[in-house]
């Protein structure tokens, strides 16, 4: 989407509940009332009542329209609705929908596929999305309305917009019965605007849809998406997609079919994800090294010429340099996961972010600051995106991707996920003499380990720190936070590989 484009959201919502449509549908007795006809019936209505504001405000060329049906029950007339307009309507409740976190993952895919379906050239385009709802559950519709206006604002923070301009209407009495909820509500700047504006503007056919106005824009300029953790952690959009199916093209099959992803076990336990580990072996200092002694590794194999250019990508977008290692772990469905920790900085670079790129289906990551354990943030890991993860944030915080069962099947990927975390590494094996050379060693350049063989009877390749020692220091850096003291805890180099 061009930064030029703007949009004018008016987002309406009908209501459906019996005392505001009609005296029919009132003589009608409850049972008939929640029968599926009955409510198609009303679907259809409301397609007419649509189509007659379109044409009525002269808005017809200029306004999309997007009806989005909230409803706390299983509602299966949609379907037929979708298939008799099938640009008309994205359904956001299904009978699958039981959680609150199911319905957010349902929101923001039809946000996201109404959006993937427009043109990317419309400028200035207003889109009237209109959210009809039969619930008389005022807290948990209006939870659902939050949820949808919050992911929207989220979703339309993250295009390269210049400005949207928002104008909601909502029920007068939704409004007026959760009016405390409204305030209490973490995006009450968002609703602050609240404008007593009642309009009973458009009472046709017996649907409602005036209420209580509240305008709102939403600002957003460049790529770099938000800011979490310490406020060195950033989302960088790495690929772009014109067409739904660009998504599924870019590198996907490839990434499947090309990387040799192995099981791999923790103290003798299999991880619940499939790993391949690749580097660039530097022609003088050798093989980059990333330590984990507990886990029973895959070898770290020469990366494949299509991670390079996945690797090249992350490199141009992020301005990041020198990545030389890649760990690439397949989340092949919601029970995937890697539970919480921190990486441990022994072999990275102390100037490079940790870059994450995500490709297939969305999950993600939590974090959570070590100090204050209330504290808890999520980052979105959404196909093409990277996370640029700071130093400081690693420090400071945790991160997991936890289970997620769940997850809802993309359409395009399925259930499953890979991740490509890419770092640079200053400890390598070094190729001729097969010794530890670097940040993590003792010997921070060849020549210390020449020289030192040189002066010394002793070998200089000899363990002078037993493998408990290095998990022992991991450990540390795992639990410490701010008082965690790099020289005093990594200074001396370990030559455990
Ligand atoms: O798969 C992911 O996105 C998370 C990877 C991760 O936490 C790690 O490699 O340390």
């Not at 409850?30 to 808005?59: C, P, V, W």
């Not at 609240?194 to 790529?223: K, L, M, P, Q, R």
């Not at 100037?351 to 974090?367: A, H």
Request: hydrophobic share 35%; aromatic share 10%.
């Amino acid at each position: 989407m061009s930064k030029d484009n703007k949009y004018h959201f008016i987002i309406k919502f009908v209501d459906f509940r019996t005392r505001y449509i009609s005296d029919e549908a009132k003589a009608l007795p409850a049972k008939e009332m929640l029968a599926q006809d009955y409510r198609l019936h009303q679907l259809q209505k409301l397609m007419n009542f649509i189509r007659r504001l379109e044409t009525s405000d002269g808005s017809e060329k200029s306004s999309d329209n997007f009806l989005v049906e909230i409803d706390l029950s299983p509602f299966e007339s949609t379907e037929d609705m979708i298939r008799q307009s099938p640009n008309l309507l994205t359904p956001i409740s299904s009978p699958e929908i039981t959680t609150e976190k199911a319905r957010q993952q349902t929101i923001t895919s039809s946000i996201q596929n109404f959006f993937d379906s427009r043109e990317s050239s419309h400028h200035d385009t207003t889109i009237q999305l209109f959210i009809a709802t039969f619930s008389y559950d005022f807290r948990l519709l209006f939870r659902a309305i939050t949820t949808f206006v919050t992911q929207l604002t989220e979703f339309l923070q993250e295009l390269n917009q210049s400005s949207v301009n928002l104008q909601i209407t909502l029920l007068e009495d939704l409004v007026y019965i959760e009016r405390p909820y409204i305030m209490e509500n973490k995006h009450k700047n968002f609703f602050k605007n609240i404008i007593n504006n009642y309009s009973d503007e458009s009472h046709v056919d017996g649907f409602s849809s005036g209420g209580i106005h509240i305008t709102a824009t939403v600002e957003s300029s460049n790529a770099i998406m938000n800011e979490w953790g310490e406020g060195d952690t950033k989302l960088v959009k790495i690929l772009e997609f014109q067409h739904p199916y660009d998504r599924v093209e870019s590198y996907w099959y490839r990434i499947l079919n090309e990387i040799p992803f192995s099981e791999m076990f923790n103290q003798g336990n299999k991880v619940p994800r499939l790993i391949s580990i690749q580097s660039v072996e530097d022609p003088i200092v050798g093989r980059p090294l990333y330590r984990h002694p507990n886990d029973e590794e895959p070898p770290n194999i020469e990366m494949i010429p299509l991670v390079r250019e996945i690797m090249a990508l992350v490199e141009q977008s992020t301005g990041v340099r020198g990545l030389n290692h890649v760990l690439i772990q397949h989340y092949r469905d919601g029970r995937d996961n890697i539970a919480q920790h921190s990486d441990k900085t022994l072999d990275i670079d102390k100037e490079t972010p940790i870059l994450n790129l995500s490709f297939g289906c969305s999950r993600e990551m939590f974090i959570q600051n070590k100090q204050n354990r209330n504290r808890k943030e999520k980052i979105p890991l959404q196909h093409g995106e990277c996370v640029i993860f700071g130093l400081l944030s690693n420090q400071y915080w945790y991160h997991e991707v936890p289970k997620d069962v769940t997850m809802s099947k993309d359409p395009l990927f399925g259930t499953s996920r890979v991740s490509f975390t890419f770092r640079k590494i200053a400890t390598f094996v070094h190729s001729e003499t097969g010794c530890l050379i670097g940040q993590g060693s003792p010997f921070k350049t060849i020549n210390d380990y020449i020289l030192r063989q040189s002066h010394s009877s002793d070998d200089p390749s000899e363990q002078t720190t037993t493998r408990q020692d290095l998990i022992n220091a991991f450990g540390k850096e795992n639990r410490q936070s701010k008082d965690f003291n790099w020289e005093e805890v990594y200074g001396q180099g370990f030559l455990i590989k």
